[in-house]
């Protein structure tokens, strides 16, 4: 089957990058150039690659509702590793940069994510990251921008998305204007921004059966050397579109014993004012938890989010939006379509991600 030799040509190619990417001596993190505050970002330079960085991500997830009225949750993530120096090696073949891909869909019919991953080395046109403006791919899988609008292309052996994603707000720097703290550690940081309210137009198609979509989403776009600290296992985070038009982006980065290391939120309400929020203001308590049929992890899948003076209930569109990305990041993780309400009023959908909770994240 096409999608088992595509398995199969990851995982080599994962072997041969990580035997590239060790074979060095030293500390990778002492080439890589370090996250430091006070860097103003500037757009649309900020929007592309940072490949002196050693890791990056563009970050897409949302709601969509189907021309049958139903909903759909949807994530698309495109990673870029930097994995070795190789410099001294003229050949096209040294792997420099990795690039993954991760797509799920969040069907409530299907009960489960429908879900795919790609993993391939920079390089002659068949994966890059554009440096200067956002222009990701891998293969026939691509995000790219031009003016206001986002396209999101993605082809999978069983489903498929062609999305249109229009910018109706501004950036929302989080952090100290986008420069995001990850932990206690001066370089366990990233330069963080997100464009929430992207409003959506497109085509899902799935086991063949297309429907027109539409909807709302959210992209975050992350760059970072040192994105974890020794201390932490993992986070839990959220990204809310808000039904008046507000945005809450909010995060907890957990220590081993699965207590809060640190936290932060960024919230912008109706009006477009802006407020960055530290972790004594913010407040994660799980529950319902839910166990994997899968992989026997268990994960809390509906909480409340405590974020200055709001309170927030997050319930799941289904419980399984487990992600299994074994075969390209290594990682087992929850990534989920949610409906938020407050004083028990319904008032936005967002996505959560929960990760760490098989084993402890390791990022550079």
């Given amino acids: 089957m096409p999608s088992e030799r595509r398995r199969l040509l990851g995982a080599l190619s994962m072997c041969a990058i990580l035997m590239t990417s060790r074979s060095g001596a030293g500390d990778l993190h002492a080439s890589f150039t370090p996250v430091l505050p006070g860097v103003a970002l500037q757009f649309p330079r900020d929007y592309g690659s940072h490949p002196d960085f050693g890791v990056e991500w563009w970050y897409l997830t949302g709601w969509l509702n189907t021309d049958q009225a139903k909903p759909l949750g949807f994530q698309i993530t495109f990673f870029r590793s ?17 690039l ?27 994966a890059d990251a554009s440096v200067g403006d956002t222009r990701v ?18 082809v999978a052996d069983e489903f498929a998305l062609q999305l249109t994603l229009t910018i109706t707000q501004p950036d929302l720097l989080n952090g100290a204007n986008g420069f995001s703290q990850k932990g206690p550690a001066p370089l366990s940081a990233s330069y963080y921004y997100s464009q929430p309210q992207l409003r959506v137009n497109g085509q899902v198609v799935r086991a063949g059966r ?35 038009g507000g945005a809450v982006m909010a995060f907890r980065i957990r220590d081993h014993q699965g207590n809060t290391l640190w936290a932060s939120a960024t919230l912008r309400d109706a009006m477009g004012h802006t407020q960055t929020l530290n972790a004594d203001q913010i ?82």
């Avoid at 087992?332 to 004083?343: D, F, K, M, P």
């Fill in 210 to 244: 297309g429907t027109q979509v539409s909807g709302i989403a959210w992209l975050d776009h992350e760059w970072s050397s040192q994105y974890l600290d020794a201390q932490a296992s993992g986070w839990d985070w959220m990204g809310l579109n808000m039904s008046d």
């Fill in 100 to 126: 993954i891909a991760h797509c799920a869909i969040s069907d409530p019919a299907r009960g489960h994510l429908w879900q795919d991953q790609r993993i391939r080395r920079a390089g002659m046109e068949l």
């Fill in 283 to 364: 407040g994660f308590v799980p529950r319902r938890t839910w166990r994997s049929p899968r992989t026997g992890v268990t994960y809390p899948v509906s909480w409340q989010v405590r974020v200055g003076s709001h309170s927030y209930e997050l319930a799941p569109l289904m419980v399984d939006q487990e992600n299994d990305t074994r075969m390209s990041t290594g990682a087992i993780y929850w990534e989920g379509a949610v409906l938020v309400t407050e004083g028990g009023q319904q008032n936005g959908r967002g996505y959560l991600e929960l990760t760490g909770y098989d084993k402890p994240m390791t990022l550079r």
């Fill in 82 to 98: 930097r994995v070795g120096e190789a410099s001294d090696n003229p050949s096209a073949f040294t792997a420099r940069q990795l």
């Fill in 137 to 154: 791919w891998i293969d026939d899988w691509r995000l790219e921008r031009s003016g206001d609008q986002y396209r999101a292309a993605i």
